[in-house]
């Protein structure tokens, strides 16, 4: 079994995949994704969300980072691809699922998956400009409104020479709302001849088995339920409790020594609150911490909080 890192567009950074990471069960990690649009994309924006590059394409405590490209025109896709591996990145991965609207009226993400033969060609140019040795994966959704292309979908990927496909077994239409249809993906595995990776609405080790036995996958990707229960993969993969609510805020503090002192607090407030939305579902505590710390804007004042929580349990 091979439990990977989801990417999550504003949340999930270099910095929380240091920290997940380091708290163990991980085997890969995907970056938020790089957006192509017109043009081949100077190192700059790919060390940006991917610093990890800088570091032979891992974490510090070793695991493998992957980046992600999203967007519609398979030459730019392709030249950018082959920059990411130039770089350092241990392979690409391809955006197909995206749901934001945004995303979507710009002709990229889960809004593909109305055009099978648009699919195919993006794998097949980015395939021919990666070198073999290096994965080309893939990420889809079920659909955008229903599932009647989703086998098509799946072959095309395929067939157009991806190494690996990752579903989010939910359609566009469906957004996160429970359930995730994991039967789906078996349904999947009988069309392609190559590792599929299950994910969605795994919260508990018990969803990942389930998961598992449903989707007759042995690997699967965590997004929400990995930042809702921050040891999340390690119980998967070698048992275990939950991680006490104390160390998850000495966790808290220091993402956010080192959010502010790599964006100088610019986007800290929004991600420590986008984290919190998380670990609200698997800790009481943070939702009464959350109801507080929503209605501030300086990051001192969120530090300042989480400190006097914090002192409050010692």
Not at 117 to 132: D, H, S, T, W
């Amino acid at each position: 079994m091979r439990i990977i890192l989801a990417p999550m567009e504003g949340v999930v950074d270099h910095l929380m995949r240091e920290m997940l990471t380091e708290i163990g069960g991980f085997d890969l990690c995907i970056t938020e994704f790089v957006r192509v649009v017109d043009q081949l994309l100077p190192k700059r924006v790919f060390t940006r969300l991917c610093p990890e590059l800088l570091q032979d394409g891992k974490t510090r405590s070793g695991t493998p980072v992957r980046v992600q490209l999203l967007g519609q025109e398979p030459q730019w896709l392709a030249e950018n691809a082959a920059r990411a591996v130039e770089l350092g990145s241990p392979g690409v991965d391809l955006n197909f699922g995206c749901p934001a609207k945004t995303v979507n009226k710009s002709k990229g993400g889960a809004v593909l998956l109305r055009e099978t033969e648009q699919l195919y060609a993006i794998v097949k140019a980015v395939r021919a400009a990666v070198p073999k040795n290096f994965p080309v994966t893939a990420k889809m959704r079920l659909g955008y409104d229903d599932t009647s292309l989703t086998l098509d979908n799946a072959r095309a990927l395929y067939e157009a020479g991806a190494s690996e496909l990752t579903v989010h077994a939910r359609t566009k239409s469906d957004g996160y709302r429970p359930p995730a249809y994991w039967p789906w993906i078996a349904q999947i595995r009988t069309v392609v001849d190559i590792p599929v990776i299950a994910n969605g609405e795994i919260w508990q080790p018990a969803d990942a088995a389930l998961c598992r036995e449903q989707s007759n996958c042995s690997d699967i990707m965590l997004g929400r339920g990995a930042l809702a229960q921050p040891n999340l993969a390690a119980r998967i993969a070698n048992g275990g409790e939950a991680m006490p609510w104390p160390v998850v805020l000495r966790l808290l503090m220091r993402y956010s020594e080192f959010e502010i002192a790599g964006d100088k607090g610019l986007y800290y407030g929004n991600r420590i609150k986008q984290w919190f939305s998380y670990l609200k579902l698997q800790y009481p505590e943070a939702a009464g911490l959350f109801a507080q710390l929503r209605l501030l804007r300086k990051s001192t004042d969120i530090v300042s909080l989480l400190t006097a929580e914090l002192q409050a349990l010692d």
